[in-house]
């Protein structure tokens, strides 16, 4: 028996459920992933004792001698991975990095350019309502209505208009490659500083799979627990010009003793990411993803842009007479989770939006291919064209269990 099943037989239990339901389900959240067993045997260990306020060589607590050296490989095998200047692995997830990048190199009122929560973005890019749209003069740039894709003429004549001190490009329900080089075009022109929220592609862009901001962009950020597969949190790279105010933002700006546990998570899962393996990854990914776009639009599905070059997909169910929340609802209780998700110029509520967001990194780990991804447009189809035969879906939800126990579970299986 472990320590938590005789100490604390509940959370124990709701444990052992959710590797049940992780196990028997497809994942198709685009924003989810397995991580590795070594990942999650680091974020488990005894680091989270440690307090270790600063940054390698200059900490304000003793005891430091195998921290340093665990926060110091991490930064080393991150920036090998992207080829950056400099690296902070110490944010605590996506949010509070982009927070710290904010906090800076803006001031508090100034105006930066972010792509609009339901055209793709994230709330960190400025929603009115979050910490990002109340502390700084957000302007929302949007896709193209006729195309779902980003208008990159649009988005100048907008800076040119605003003259904004930074220009984010994030995405986080965005289907299609982005073209880094003319946003740094569009950023130098107006004198904006360039950000990057590679979140959702981080995985893809190591491993070769879609361009890197990294070359051309003032600071990149990203989660390190999407298609990268590490642990739950972020990091942010630089040019060297901003690596002092970048860290000076995160600590002692922002947060306060780094997560030294989770830190030799990320260092593990960049070591997993430069190897070839991970190469063949990240193309498996876009491979199934792609797939996947196109069986759901031989099955009468329609994609935002039409499609997908990364491993996401963004459906509007309007057609199918369903709408996102309710498709949400009865997927989970066939095993098939993804989320409800705005469309661009969606005429719903973002609590009961008009679309779908789903995607391929968690299947793709769990080694399925084509076949399975025809498979889950079959099932998506029957289902929501189906959506009140609870019949139907009792006899799909054994289906999909019957086929996802035939891909183990990394850390489970
Ligand atoms: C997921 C995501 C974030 C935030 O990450 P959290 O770890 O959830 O705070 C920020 N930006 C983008 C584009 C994302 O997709």
């Not at 490659?177 to 740094?184: A, H, L, N, Q, S």
């Not at 990149?220 to 949190?233: E, I, N, S, Y």
């Not at 639009?297 to 039409?306: H, M």
């Not at 969606?346 to 084509?370: N, W």
Request: proline content about 5%.
């Amino acid at each position: 028996m472990s320590a938590m099943q005789s100490q604390d037989p509940q959370i124990f239990d709701l444990i052992e459920h959710e590797k049940q339901r992780q196990k028997e389900g497809i994942e198709l959240i685009p924003s989810e992933n397995y991580t590795s067993a070594a990942v999650m045997e680091a974020c488990g260990s005894i680091l989270t004792n440690k307090y270790s306020e600063g940054y390698p060589g200059k900490r304000y607590y003793g005891g430091q001698e195998n921290i340093d050296q665990i926060e110091n490989i991490a930064i080393e095998r991150a920036k090998q991975l992207f080829g950056a200047e400099h690296v902070n692995v110490q944010p605590y997830s996506g949010s509070p990095a982009n927070t710290a990048i904010y906090f800076a190199l803006l001031n508090f009122g100034d105006t930066v350019m972010g792509l609009k929560l339901d055209h793709g973005g994230h709330i960190t890019h400025g929603l009115p309502i979050a910490f990002s749209g109340k502390a700084y003069n957000f302007v929302q740039y949007e896709v193209n209505r006729e195309t779902g894709r980003l208008d990159m003429e649009a988005i100048r004549k907008l800076a040119l208009e605003h003259k904004p001190k930074m220009i984010v490009a994030g995405f986080t329900a965005y289907p299609r490659d982005i073209d880094w080089k003319k946003f740094k075009e569009i950023a130098d022109e107006v004198g904006a500083i360039s950000m990057a929220d590679i979140s959702h592609t981080a995985g893809l862009i190591a491993g070769g799979v879609l361009e890197s901001p990294v070359p051309y962009f003032d600071v990149v950020m990203t989660t390190t627990h999407k298609t990268l597969r590490g642990p739950r949190g972020a990091i942010i790279l630089c040019k060297e010009k901003h690596a002092k105010a970048i860290d000076r933002a995160v600590f002692p700006g922002l947060q306060g003793g780094p997560h030294e546990h989770i830190i030799a998570g990320k260092a593990i899962a960049f070591s997993e990411a430069l190897k070839p393996e991970f190469k063949v990854y990240a193309k498996q990914i876009q491979t199934n993803a792609r797939h996947l776009a196109e069986a759901m639009k031989a099955k009468g599905f329609k994609l935002v842009s039409d499609g997908t070059d990364t491993h996401l997909i963004l459906a509007d169910l309007t057609n199918k007479g369903v709408p996102g929340k309710q498709a949400q609802m009865i997927l989970d209780t066939v095993g098939i989770t993804l989320n409800k998700n705005t469309v661009p110029f969606d005429t719903r509520t973002p609590m009961d939006p008009s679309g779908i967001r789903l995607g391929t990194p968690a299947v793709t780990t769990r080694g399925m291919k084509e076949p399975e991804m025809d498979m889950i447009a079959d099932w998506l189809d029957r289902v929501i064209s189906n959506i009140e035969d609870t019949a139907l879906h009792a006899k799909i939800k054994e289906e999909v269990k019957q086929m996802c126990l035939k891909f183990p579970v990394p850390g489970i299986d």
